[in-house]
């Protein structure tokens, strides 16, 4: 479940600092990308050239060491994290957090993340105790924080009872068992083209759009981490294939056609995010088309409509359609919406430069066949297919939104 996770590791200073570079080994055994954060007090009991070596990423130690001047580090990297792991958490980093202090890295990319947070707690069992760590705990549940309680045992300081930093695998597995409770997707299979198509003219010539793939690509990385298993359907892109995920890889409308067609049936759910061409060559040449005095005209003949076909063959499965417009965006997605027998249509404006073809963001207006509407603001395409697909599980579960 941890597979291509960004996961942020904080580290600070008490002496079970050593077990956070098991838990960084194992992470990035799991499939996980994994960037370190450590205070200056952790540095005393692990050198950062360790977390480097296992992590195979830099290693942040200091708020003020901008690695790249076109990014404001602790910025970057709480924007960079899926999730963020705090192991060990010393009484003295809680007390910090829970407070809103930003004194150094860990702290300052703390406050700046709005990724799920896991706490894992290591300190003398009176310590533990304290009242005051106790409201710092209570404080940072109150903020959505996570926490993953410490074991009973010997400690480094000689006494015995809680505070032992848990085992890295344990905290891998209680990371894990939270996740598979918050894949909503989990035993539906969804279906999802992406990409454009390209429809040959002669051996060197070709039409074909706009379309980068991205947001097909994102929207099956997020089924997949959503627990659904997942059948994409590729026109030509230039993207890495989606770990863990089924992908058939075609060329033309036709081609994609058949692939869709050849699976439809099986899905629970269908998500065309592909850019279909329209119109194809009515004649393709085997041999270059030589150059000639005057204009040229080729004859176009359509394409098979692959949404309409779907809406005209679906039974039970949920029916989705992205309309890629330039005005009159409501107007244009309503109509597609009824015209193709659509559950959901996305509809986004292709004009602005934050949301075309190949931007890394998008923003997009869903509308249901009932009437339910949300839009979702500009933001990357891999935020935008979360909103989109847990709209279409709410849908399915029949909850209001």
């Known amino acids: 479940m941890l597979t291509n996770k960004k996961i942020l590791l904080g580290v600070s200073g008490g002496i079970a600092a050593y077990k956070a570079c098991a838990l960084t080994s194992k992470l990035v055994q799991q499939g996980a990308e994994v960037k370190v954060v450590m205070t200056e007090g952790s540095t005393a009991f692990v050198q950062p050239l360790t977390f480097q070596a296992l992590s ?33 958490a010393t009484a003295n980093l809680l007390g910090k957090v829970a407070n809103g202090l930003a004194d150094d890295m860990l702290s300052t990319t703390l406050l700046a993340t709005t990724a799920p947070v896991y706490v894992a707690p290591a300190m003398n069992v009176h310590m533990y105790d304290h009242p005051a760590v106790k409201e710092n705990l209570q404080t940072l549940e109150q903020y959505g924080y996570r926490f993953i309680e410490p074991g009973d045992g010997y400690l480094a300081c000689g006494y015995v009872g809680k505070g032992r930093l848990e085992e890295p695998e344990n905290i891998i597995r209680v990371i894990e068992k939270d996740f598979f409770k918050q894949q909503p997707l989990k035993g539906k299979k969804i279906l999802i083209t992406a990409g454009p198509t390209i ?24 089924s997949k981490e959503l627990g659904a298993e997942v059948t994409l ?8 294939q989606v770990s863990g995920v089924e ?37 393709s040449l ?13 004859e176009m003949e359509r394409t098979q409509d692959i949404l309409k076909t779907l809406g005209e063959s679906k039974t039970s499965q949920y029916l989705v359609g992205f309309a890629a417009e330039t005005s009159d965006l409501v107007h244009y997605g309503k109509e597609k919406l009824v015209k193709k027998n659509l559950d959901l249509i996305a509809i986004n404006d292709i004009s602005e430069p934050t949301s ?13 066949n009932d009437g339910k509407e949300k839009v979702i603001p500009t933001a990357s395409k891999k935020q935008i297919s979360e909103e989109i697909l847990l709209f279409i599980s709410e849908q399915l579960k029949g909850e209001r939104l």
Do not use: C
Request: a negative charge.
């Open 286 to 298: 085997k041999d270059k088309l030589k150059k000639k005095e005057g204009d040229l005209s080729i």
């Open 247 to 283: 992908t058939i890889y075609t060329t033309s409308a036709e081609e994609m056609y058949q692939a869709v067609m050849d699976h439809y049936s099986f899905q629970d759910i269908i998500i065309k995010a592909a850019a279909v061409a329209d119109y194809r060559p009515k004649e």
């Open 233 to 240: 359907i590729s026109g030509p892109v230039e993207l890495k």
């Open 199 to 222: 429809e040959s003219v002669d051996a060197v010539r070709y039409f074909t759009n706009r379309s980068s793939g991205k947001m097909g690509y994102a929207l099956a990385e997020v």
């Open 56 to 88: 195979r990423n830099p290693v942040y130690t200091d708020a003020f060491d901008e690695k790249n001047p076109q990014k404001v580090a602790h910025i970057d990297l709480a924007d960079w994290a899926d999730l963020v792991i705090l192991a060990p």
């Open 356 to 368: 075309g073809f190949k931007s890394d963001e998008n923003a997009v207006h869903l509308i249901t």
